[in-house]
């Protein structure tokens, strides 16, 4: 079956440090790809996705390539803030209406 | 915002109890699903929709059911709540016209004792 694995952390950085999550999926067709960000106490928010092959989602300074040889999406931000400290969600579609699948979660801290 | 609304958004029960968590949506979405967050498990679907009365399983249904009967809601309930299903419980709809893009309700923080 399908499955996401992702570094689940937690990861220390410290402001204005270049930021990279692995993501690496497996999948039976074609997946549509996406980062979900969740902040404390709260529910997960859309950060990018990407639908094909290549594509490149990029949103508030992250960024992520869809990477079909490798089966990756590696979320990257070249100068994290302290408020991007949360948990990043990696998930895929693959099946159309049914659900996402998900990867465990990294959670991030930025240290001033 | 996706227009989703979960209720309650604490709750605290007994072991043996049933539970109903309620999702709203004021989009008309007609895809809605229901996954639980824990530790060390990301996000699990529990069970989706795909219309009104028409749902199907998901990879965590075991102890769960649910109900349909108007596109704006759907209802979750624990038939004899247990303490493995003590989670953080999430609503999400799917845009249709975005594609296969999924946005999730605030979520409900269930703790059965």
């Known amino acids: 079956g399908d499955s996401v694995t992702q570094m689940e952390g937690p990861v220390t950085l410290s402001e204005e440090a270049f930021l990279t999550i692995n993501c690496t999926y497996t999948a039976t067709g074609y997946p549509s790809l996406f980062w979900y960000v969740q902040y404390p106490g709260e529910g997960l928010q859309l950060l990018l996705k990407?639908?094909?092959?290549?594509d490149k989602g990029s949103n508030k300074g992250f960024e992520a390539t869809y990477r079909k040889e490798t089966t990756s999406f590696h979320l990257e931000k070249g100068s994290v803030q302290v408020s991007d400290s949360a948990v990043y969600f990696c998930?895929?579609?693959?099946?159309?209406?049914?659900?996402?699948?998900f990867g465990k979660g990294t959670h991030l801290i930025i240290q001033p | 915002d996706a227009g989703i609304t979960q209720s309650p958004r604490h709750k605290v029960t007994e072991t043996g109890t049933p539970v109903t968590l309620r999702c709203h949506q004021t989009e008309n979405h007609r895809y809605m699903y229901w996954y639980r967050q824990d530790p060390g498990h990301g996000l699990r679907l529990i069970h989706y929709s795909y219309g009104v009365k028409d749902t199907d399983k998901g990879e965590v249904s075991d102890g769960y059911s649910v109900s349909r009967s108007k596109t704006e809601d759907f209802l979750l309930t624990l038939e004899s709540a247990t303490s493995s299903q003590t989670s953080v419980y999430f609503c999400?709809?799917?845009?249709?016209?975005?594609?296969?893009?999924?946005?999730f309700g605030p979520g409900t923080r269930l703790l059965v004792l």
């Open positions: 998930a895929l579609s693959d099946r159309g209406a049914d659900g996402l699948t």
């Open positions: 990407a639908t094909k092959a290549d």
């Open positions: 999400a709809i799917r845009d249709g016209g975005s594609q296969e893009t999924q946005y």
